[in-house]
DNA sequence: CACTGTGGCCGTGGTC
DNA sequence: GACCACGGCCACGTCA
């Protein structure tokens, strides 16, 4: 049978056979084309590694140990030359980490013991050697990377003149390569498969230990064409009680996009609320029926076998309740219960493809916490919003009202045992409507988070829970399959960590500006990367060798020399983001939008990937190790790309008024109508694109106002009439909506040429705010609260003290999720503020003179150049210049005598107590 | 085992 | 009042 296959997942086990050899069984999760779920066993793969010139010792130690199938020679390049290296192929995945932590050569500083005089010169005159450096007796050979040590320890036997605890490290250890890509990763580049593919094999009886449509036994892959299959859509929600934790309720909601049907089912509680105090009888009754309501989820999953679970915040919540009262109810099942261990598991929650238990996984460093069952994605529908939409507020009544105008239930959810007593149907239908709720937000058209998913699991080549998994897997994925098939070594990170300079951002010209031309460099980093042959295959430390000399002084090959793999692989990135692009026009033309808005995502998913591969080079992660010279080049190069533009453009009389990065906006003199601001505009670009480098006449702005870096708005008139803001509130998420729609209301005004109306604008509404007349939301301020102790001095932090109390009040309190109050003290320190809660009147009175005085900051920042600072802004009196725009240099500032260049603004504070 | 980057503004709390 | 550090969020073409 031949299957085409959408790929969703991927785990492998380590089977018993008859015979007693166990046997690696590679699985596939995935959809096929006719929306039938499959799981895909794929026998005979071997897990492997390499290990760079292995001593003697460490080859017997490979080759006498029964866990190791193979162990073979190979040649791999490594930095520019063809080394030997042992290919090592192991019995388990598993083993891979043992072999590492037991042979892994760790150090590279070599220490010889009275070594004899002609070693030492010998060791000197090696071109791999850094330094040799003698004291007191000991020689100290320091060398780039550990492979050089190691190549030095192999060719002058070095071990000999170790004392015993140097010898240690070194003995009988190696340089390991490619020993930590996953193993079911390996199964994919090395066949070369892609997010779709077609499978031949058999297909086998389903049995009870998979839940999919079909069970197929595969024996050969080949390539097939990309579709979009249909998936299932789980949502749920849990209610428990916070008091004591039990569950009283999961509600689900089941779509399958197939034929849009949809299924609910409530499992719950057989007994009322929890009390304090109850019998040993009733605990053991008590916790018994819970057990049957986890049975029963893990059950209704099993059987209703969705591609997607989601639910609102339940990577937090409702996943981490499930895993608590099962280890609580069941005891902790699959492995160790030791607590330290990174990864745990529970297999009463067997809702995945496979029998093995839901896990939990936790990053070390942020605490984020992550759920897996096999073969199916779990995404929460909170990360999502915030990713997709950056709403003002996350929680889900208001994320519900903003999108589809519906909101949650009317319960309690501080109360939960008393409600739970009181109205339990009430309690199960919001459970329902919740997720419900998180259901639509996942595939809401602004959302469409599994969309995006899939979309960038093609270009990425990978199942698509792969690439939720972070953007450097969707560049090793590409990276890696080039590397291999061209015998270059793989070795992994160091882990270090360095600092290097970023992008040039120009000294913004404050004011306001008239017919203002913007133009930028398009995908400035791939281009710098295509440009200047960067790539770890093309480095090299020889200057006769060297093309490209980077501002910092790493230099890489011609292309006719050795065309570098990352160039190659970011030229294709942009290729196929040409054709993407072509397809769409091609779709639209003929009227086929949903293709021309798939051929759109598709061509933005590689945009993102040809992006991060200048953010891999500059990471910890990154395997190659020129990092500290790759993303370097890249952002110095495009420094100086910049750079050439505007100082050209100054040198000729044109005044820029602001850039970063990779643009740059500048007005002339004589260029005053929109034809000869684009007859320039196109002249400039023109001129600087030569090559691979596009200098693009991006927008022509009739107005253009800044006060600082990245701080700018203007109003755009060509290609299309647009009002352009950048880092001010109305961007902002922890802005109050009065500023914002202040601000824009302010903006537009000094967009029109009415400056004198957008002071008087902000002064009523400062006055307005003064004397409270103003709605209660508009006031709402809502910041991201982190965990607690994560912070230098939490109580000092007005946020932070807001989440507290509500986590006292008896809300669940999630890390990162934005926090919604209102300031009630604006002047003591800390502030005060009271919580806003969905559904509860808020009933303190807001500190009016705090959000005036907040305000007219804001808008003093906008209406100073027209002579009306803060004070003014507050007082109500103010003068104006008459002239408003800037030519070639800023505004005089009319109250004030003009500042020069490197005069610090005096901040003037007014005092608000006379309207108070 | 996780896992893209640097530059910058500004409100706030704290110190001198 | 000047100055600093922290924290949050934004600009980088809609992700640089």
């Not at 002609?118 to 040799?132: G, I, N, S, T, Y």
């Amino acid at each position: 049978m031949t299957f085409d296959v959408r790929l969703l997942d991927s785990t492998y086990s380590v089977n018993q056979k008859d015979d007693g050899v166990s046997e690696v069984i590679v699985k596939l999760f995935g959809k096929t084309r006719e929306n039938k779920s499959i799981t895909i066993l794929c026998p005979d793969f071997k897990p492997y590694f390499h290990v760079f010139e292995p001593s003697p010792a460490l080859l017997k130690a490979f080759k006498d140990s029964p866990d190791v199938l193979s162990v073979e020679d190979v040649t791999l390049e490594y930095k520019g030359s063809q080394e030997k290296f042992a290919k090592v192929s192991v019995r388990a995945p598993w083993m891979v980490p043992k072999f590492r932590g037991q042979y892994e050569l760790k150090h590279k500083t070599i220490t010889l013991v009275d070594p004899p005089e002609e070693l030492v010169e010998k060791l000197r005159a090696e071109p791999d050697v850094l330094e040799v450096s003698v004291l007191n007796g000991g020689v100290k050979v320091s060398t780039e990377d550990r492979v050089y040590s190691q190549k030095l320890i192999n060719r002058y036997g070095l071990i000999a003149y170790m004392d015993e605890e140097d010898a240690e490290k070194f003995h009988t250890k190696g340089v390991f390569f490619a020993a930590d890509i996953v193993f079911t990763n390996r199964f994919i580049y090395d066949h070369d498969l892609e997010t779709c593919v077609r499978v031949s094999g058999d297909l086998m009886e389903r049995s009870n230990e998979y839940t999919t449509d079909l069970l197929l036994k595969a024996s050969r892959f080949e390539k097939c064409d990309i579709f979009t299959p249909k998936l299932k859509i789980l949502s749920f929600d849990i209610e428990s009680s916070i008091k004591y934790n039990n569950i009283y309720c999961i509600c689900l909601t089941v779509i399958n996009e197939e034929d849009g049907s949809r299924q609910d089912r409530r499992i719950f509680s057989e007994f009322g609320a929890r009390e304090l105090k109850i019998s040993a009888e009733e605990q053991k009754a008590r916790d018994e029926d819970e057990r049957r309501i986890l049975k029963e989820f893990v059950r209704e999953v099993r059987a209703l076998d969705p591609d997607v679970i989601t639910g609102y915040n339940i990577n937090n919540f409702d996943l981490a309740v499930l895993f608590e009262r099962a280890n609580k109810l069941f005891g902790k099942g699959g492995g160790k219960p030791d607590e330290e261990k990174k990864r745990q598991s529970n297999d009463e929650l067997g809702f995945g493809r496979d029998t093995l238990g839901m896990s939990r996984r936790e990053n070390r460093t942020t605490g984020f916490v992550t759920w897996d069952v096999k073969g199916r994605l779990i995404l929460d529908g909170w990360l999502s919003v915030k990713k997709e939409l950056r709403p003002k507020r996350e929680g889900l009544g208001y994320v519900s009202t903003m999108l589809f105008n519906d909101t949650k239930d009317n319960i309690d959810s501080s109360h939960m045992d008393d409600e739970w007593q009181a109205r339990k149907d009430e309690v199960i239908h919001y459970c329902l409507k919740d997720a419900d709720l998180a259901l639509r937000i996942l595939t809401h058209p602004r959302i469409q988070a599994i969309s995006k998913l899939m979309d960038v699991a093609i270009p990425a080549k990978l199942p698509v829970k792969e690439v939720s998994g972070g953007q450097n897997r969707m560049i090793e994925s590409l990276l890696i399959r080039m590397v291999d098939r061209e015998k270059v070594a793989v070795p992994m990170s160091s882990g270090e960590v360095y600092d290097y300079e970023g992008g040039f951002v120009y000294d913004t010209k404050p004011g306001l500006w008239e017919w203002v031309i913007g133009l930028d460099f398009s995908s400035m980093y791939p281009s710098q990367v295509i440009k200047h042959n960067i790539c770890f295959t093309s480095f090299t430390k020889n200057k006769a060798e060297a093309a490209h000399t980077s501002p910092v002084g790493a230099m890489f090959l011609p292309t006719e020399k050795r065309h570098g793999i990352v160039p190659r692989m970011v030229e294709g990135l942009l290729t196929s983001r040409k054709q993407a692009k072509a397809a769409m026009k091609k779709a639209k033309e003929e009227g086929n939008l949903e293709q021309a808005d798939y051929y759109n995502r598709l061509q933005n998913a590689i945009k993102i990937m040809a992006n991060a591969t200048y953010g891999y080079f500059g990471t910890k992660f990154c395997r190659w190790p020129y990092n500290r010279y790759i993303a370097p080049s890249i952002t110095a190069w495009a420094r100086d790309e910049i750079k050439t533009v505007v100082t050209t453009l100054e040198s000729r009389g044109y005044t820029v008024i602001a850039g970063d990065t990779d643009s740059v906006f500048f007005t002339s003199k004589e260029h005053r109508d929109l034809e000869k601001c684009k007859l320039l505009g196109f002249t400039v670009q023109q001129e600087f694109s030569a090559g691979n480098m596009h200098l693009e006449l991006e927008k022509v702005m009739i107005r253009f106002f800044a006060h600082a870096k990245k701080r700018y708005f203007g109003k755009i008139i060509w290609p299309e009439e647009s009002l352009l803001v950048r880092g001010y509130e109305p961007r902002r998420t922890d802005s109050f909506d009065l500023q914002s729609e202040t601000m824009t209301k302010v903006f537009q005004l000094v967009l029109d040429g009415k400056p004198e109306e957008a002071v008087n604008y902000a002064k009523d509404t400062v006055h307005d705010t003064i004397k409270g007349k103003v709605d209660l939301p508009r006031l709402v301020i809502s910041k991201s609260v982190n965990e607690f102790d994560s912070y230098d001095n939490p109580g000092s932090l007005v946020h932070v003290n807001v989440a507290k109390k509500l986590q006292e009040m008896g809300y669940d309190f999630t890390p990162g999720m934005k926090t919604p109050f209102i300031i009630t003290n604006g002047s003591a320190q800390p502030q005060k503020a009271e919580p806003v809660i969905e559904g509860v009147q808020f009933t303190a009175r807001p500190d009016y003179k705090y959000y005036a005085e907040r305000l007219a900051m804001a808008l003093a920042r906008i209406t100073e150049p027209f002579g009306c600072d803060e004070r003014a802004l507050i007082q109500g009196n103010s003068q104006r210049s008459l002239e408003f725009f800037c030519d070639d240099k800023p505004a005089p500032k009319a109250e004030a005598p003009v500042h020069g260049a490197n005069v610090k603004k005096v901040k003037q504070t007014a005092t608000l107590d006379m309207f108070m």
